[in-house]
């Protein structure tokens, strides 16, 4: 299914030492592709019968239930909110980039407070986007920063963007090396517990659905969900050979 069905396997496993494994069907199926996992069923079902190896994801228990892929608070809820499943079945991930530019229309920044674990800190942001290391090692912005790698934490994104010139500008800060001196963007990790709170309450998301409002407390359950993955011999090939 898409990754709101793998979602839900997903946290019906955390208790389990079983494999899933995901054959992705949805309009995003954004989990596979940071997974680099294929997209088509006779390459799904080719690796999944020839040995395929396994990763550990981190999972994130909020409001009694487990997600994998993400959470967030701020622009990209709204996003979400506002993207109907008719123009994602129309569109597919494409009904999201629609969406965007009529939400980031008046969008406020949201004074934030920050617990990650035992650091406390007060922010004004617009986003609030947290996501497994795992699925984001090949992820050019964690390369650019060179952010320590730390097993069983999960990296939380802090964003202040409030129009398309302030994101091109953000990425302009990432491809120049510079957002550790940005005011756009920081970045931080946590390995047991993240609270938001926000004195007007934000809408709030994780693996692709809404789920309620600001405050949002995560905990962080490391190595939680074993996922099937190919191995040397299914994973796609460079277009450029790495030398």
Known sequence: GGDGTVSEVASALVHYDLPLAIVPMGSGNILARQLKLPLHLEKTFAYLGDAPESVWLNAMHINDRYYVLNASVGFSSALIQNTSREDKRRLGILAYFWTGLRVLIGFQPYRFHLCLD???????????????????????????????????????????????????FLLSDVLLGKVRRSHRMSIYQAGKRIQITSKNPAVTQADGEVIGKTPMTVEVFPHAVQVLVPNEAHRPKPLIPVV
């Open 118 to 168: 035992d650091e406390n800190c007060y922010i004004r942001a617009t986003e609030i986007f947290i996501s497994d290391r795992a699925l984001l090692e090949e992820n050019i912005l964690l390369k650019l920063l060179k952010v320590e790698e730390k097993k069983g934490q999960l990296i939380v994104f802090s964003i202040k963007a409030r129009t398309i010139w302030d994101y091109l």
